[in-house]
C-alpha cells in the first residue's frame, strides 16, 4: 500500500505565503512524477504544478508557484508566494508510484489540503 499525505494548508491574507507538504509512504519501488492539482468550489480539478523529469506549471500560477522534491523523503512541496483570493481552493497531492507488487506504475491521491486566501 501507498499512502500520500498533505499538509500545510490554512487561512492566508491576500499576498501572502504558504508551503504545502506532501509525503508518500508504503511500499514503494520508485517515483516517476509528483504534483499538486486544486479543486475551487464549482469547478473541476486543475493541475497546479508537477515534477518528473521536467517541472511544468499552470498559467495561473507562473512566477508566483514552486514546485520542489526531496527524493530521499518521497516529499514533494509546493511554495506558494503572492498568493490571491482566487487561489482558494482545495489542493491535492499527485503521484505517480511503482510498489514493490506490482510492475507497473499507478497513480494516488492524497485526502487534500484546503487553501483559503481572504483578507
Known amino acids: 500500500q501507498v499512502q500520500l499525505v498533505e499538509s500545510g494548508g490554512g487561512l492566508v491574507q491576500p499576498g501572502g505565503s504558504l508551503r504545502l507538504s506532501c509525503a508518500a509512504s508504503?511500499?514503494?519501488?520508485?517515483?516517476?512524477?509528483m504534483g499538486w492539482y486544486r479543486q475551487a468550489p464549482g469547478k473541476e480539478r486543475e493541475l497546479v504544478a508537477v515534477?518528473?523529469?521536467?517541472?511544468d506549471y499552470a498559467d495561473s500560477v507562473k512566477g508566483r508557484f514552486t514546485i520542489s522534491r526531496d527524493n530521499a523523503k518521497n516529499t514533494v512541496y509546493l511554495q506558494m508566494n503572492s498568493l490571491k483570493p482566487e487561489d482558494t481552493a482545495v489542493y491535492y497531492c499527485?503521484?505517480?508510484?511503482?510498489?514493490?507488487?506490482?510492475?507497473?506504475?499507478?497513480?494516488?491521491w492524497g485526502e487534500g489540503t484546503r487553501v483559503t486566501v481572504s483578507s
Open positions: 515534477s518528473g523529469g521536467s517541472t
Open positions: 499527485n503521484a505517480h508510484i511503482m510498489d514493490f507488487y506490482s510492475d507497473y506504475v499507478k497513480e494516488y
Open positions: 508504503g511500499s514503494i519501488f520508485s517515483i516517476n512524477t
